[in-house]
């Protein structure tokens, strides 16, 4: 084989680890690193070795009964049972991409420690954890026109125009709340007359951290679409509205999302700067959305994946089949919709 090399030319190395680090989901990796140090530190404490991989299956067994059992978060409090599988899975993929020959999920050789953590979950639960009070909520449509009437959506400013758009795309299109809008671009989108002379605004979806493409890429199955409707909160029109008050330089492409100019002056029809909007605002969009209202302050938690969920609450009221629902959000399997179920407060009504 060096003799090939030798008489051909062939990628560096550098370039074929590029592509390598490519391949990999960020929001995996993510979560591998993080449990991986989480045992770390458990070793640490224990005043053992952390290279998981160079334990032999008995030992590394009997390890993870006694991590299993211990393990805590931050604050010292057990982990929920949902965290519990992730932490597992996190660990078993690490071991196989150092080339470790068994799994400590599947391989019988780790059934001990796999009863450990079964058995802490099951308690954990009986404890009255892992029950998620705290999701995030769908936004009803009179939360959604408390919104509107109090300015925080709409085009009348900045901050509303900039809001608006980010609901509308996440609703219209069933984007994620953070991610998915993260590297968006405004050439994502055109706008397009429809036969009967009606506009819309066309998504062409492009790569995420969810959804990286590569060789089993799966790209929606149709193109959605976000209709003109001709009335005040028109999102065709606040969409063209929306581009005007961009920077001349970046109304046909650029990052979707810009940072507002908040020094400017009051006859200044450009609203936004030639500078992409930072991803911990993206992140905190709801938040922003609902301050200063009566939505603040309410019992219910929203998030930005309360308008995710908006969506999906609207479209399952309009009797649309779970099949047409995940072609708007992009779920690959519709039983990924069953964390979408919340039960609707009249069906409630109607059944007391």
Not at 24 to 42: G, M, Q, R
């Amino acid at each position: 084989m060096a003799g090939v090399c030798s008489r051909f030319a062939f990628a560096t190395a550098t370039t074929i680890e590029e592509l390598k680090n490519c391949s990999k989901n960020e929001n995996i990796a993510k979560s591998t690193d993080f449990w991986l140090s989480v045992w770390k530190k458990w070793c640490l404490e224990k005043k053992i070795t952390d290279e998981i991989e160079n334990y032999e299956p008995v030992e590394l067994n009997t390890l993870l009964e006694h991590f299993y059992a211990e393990v805590k978060n931050k604050h010292g409090e057990d982990y929920e049972p949902e965290s519990l599988k992730v932490m597992m899975a996190s660990l078993d993929r690490h071991l196989k991409n150092k080339g470790y020959t068994l799994s400590i999920v599947r391989d019988r050789e780790f059934s001990s420690s796999k009863q450990v953590l079964e058995g802490k979950a099951k308690k954990l639960r009986l404890a009255g954890r892992g029950k998620r009070p705290n999701k995030a909520r769908q936004v009803s449509e009179e939360e959604e026109e408390i919104l509107w009437k109090s300015g925080k959506l709409g085009g009348n400013n900045p901050e509303s125009l900039i809001q608006t758009m980010w609901c509308f795309l996440t609703q219209h299109f069933g984007l994620r709340g953070r991610q998915e809008h993260h590297g968006m671009r405004l050439e994502d989108f055109r706008i397009m007359n429809g036969d009967d002379g009606i506009e819309f605004v066309e998504f062409a979806e492009g790569p995420t951290k969810t959804r990286p493409g590569g060789l089993s890429a799966k790209p929606r199955q149709f193109q959605p679409k976000m209709f003109q409707t001709g009335e005040g909160k028109c999102p065709v029109a606040l969409f063209r509205q929306y581009i005007s008050r961009r920077p001349p330089n970046l109304r046909t492409s650029g990052p979707f999302y810009l940072s507002i100019k908040y020094n400017r002056r009051a006859d200044d029809e450009i609203w936004y700067k030639v500078q992409p909007m930072g991803e911990n605002k993206i992140n905190s969009m709801m938040k922003s959305i609902i301050s200063g209202t009566s939505l603040e302050t309410s019992e219910k938690r929203f998030s930005n994946h309360s308008a995710r969920k908006t969506v999906v609450s609207k479209m399952k009221k309009a009797n649309l089949e779970r099949s047409a629902i995940a072609k708007v959000t992009g779920h690959r399997n519709i039983q990924s919709l069953d964390d979408y179920d919340e039960a609707d407060e009249d069906e409630q009504r109607q059944l007391s």
